[in-house]
């Protein structure tokens, strides 16, 4: 009887491939992920009934005609410890649809782009297990409820590989992940149309379409389309200083700032200038009126709809 395998082993991986689905060998040292909520389903596809026809009842089985792979996570949204070092989440968010763009001591940007998109290669080790995706592409969303750890929930799809019986990961290091802040007055400010709220609640959703494409000669996974959406939750107002009902009702745009991080470093934010606010619904927290406000990410010019900002 083999040894027990044990959860708390687990080792997430993640590098950018070279090459879209040629395994990038990511370490230990260099590549590792600090994650959390981990869900992993090896093995997803559709399947065919065979349905033949025999003389007595019974199953006929199936035949898996797609393949690939599901992963989901959370990592802790937080910055870098020194202004322009690039987050250890950094190759999740290029495999996202982000471009990045640093600037040595200042910060690092993510940008959502419609080409040339990158792929990234995951290995997820639970102890000796090692299970390998390749052509890994993500969906990203950012949950940053008020008394909470703000964290990035993402979702990989990829290729499937079989599992192998190897050696853990070595020298495994999470030094570029940085302690999170608690999301709350000291830390974090949302302003949505120009005005600061008193938010409980936000979420914000890449909209990735990501699709595991098997044709003839086929076999990969693409991001095929975005629609960037979002939802905050805050005390309501006086109509006189902002009718958040009627700014829905005429369909206004306006701009989005979320910052995280109360010093000069480690902090994160999620800027856009052209959010549209949809259907507003009401409710309460405390006894004190809110307002729930679903969130439409808008291009002005093309990809350009919100800019996600590291330092």
Wanted: glycine share 10%.
């Amino acid at each position: 009887m083999s040894n027990p395998i044990f959860i708390n082993q687990t080792v997430i991986l993640a590098k950018v491939e070279t090459v879209k689905g040629t395994d990038a060998v990511p370490t230990g040292a260099l590549n590792a992920i600090l994650v959390s909520d981990v869900t992993f389903t090896p093995l997803e596809g559709d399947e065919v009934e065979r349905n033949n026809i025999r003389p007595y009842f019974g199953d006929g089985g199936s035949t898996m005609v797609t393949q690939y792979a599901k992963l989901s996570f959370s990592v802790e949204a937080a910055g870098v410890g020194t202004a322009g070092d690039l987050p250890g989440y950094e190759a999740l968010l290029r495999a996202a649809g982000c471009a990045v763009t640093t600037t040595a001591g200042v910060d690092v940007r993510f940008a959502p782009v419609t080409d040339a998109m990158e792929s990234v290669t995951i290995y997820v080790a639970v102890g000796r297990n090692l299970q390998k995706i390749t052509a890994g592409m993500l969906n990203v969303k950012l949950a940053a409820d008020a008394k909470t750890i703000a964290k990035f929930q993402m979702e990989v799809t990829g290729t499937y590989q079989e599992a192998t019986d190897a050696a853990a990961p070595a020298g495994v290091t999470y030094a570029k992940f940085q302690d999170p802040f608690g999301v709350n007055k000291v830390n974090t400010t949302l302003s949505l149309h120009g005005t600061s709220v008193a938010a409980s609640a936000f979420s914000f959703d890449f909209g990735n379409a990501v699709i595991k494409r098997d044709l003839i000669n086929v076999d990969t996974v693409e991001i095929t389309g975005r629609k960037s959406t979002g939802s905050v939750t805050f005390d309501n107002t006086l109509v006189s200083d902002k009718n958040w009902v009627e700014l829905a009702r005429t369909s206004t745009r306006g701009a989005l700032a979320l910052k995280h991080g109360p010093g000069a470093t480690n902090v994160i934010e999620l800027n856009a200038t052209n959010v549209q606010l949809g259907k507003p619904t009401f409710g309460e927290s405390d006894g004190v009126q809110q307002i729930t406000v679903p969130l439409r990410f808008v291009p002005l010019l093309g990809n350009d709809e919100w800019e996600i900002v590291v330092r």
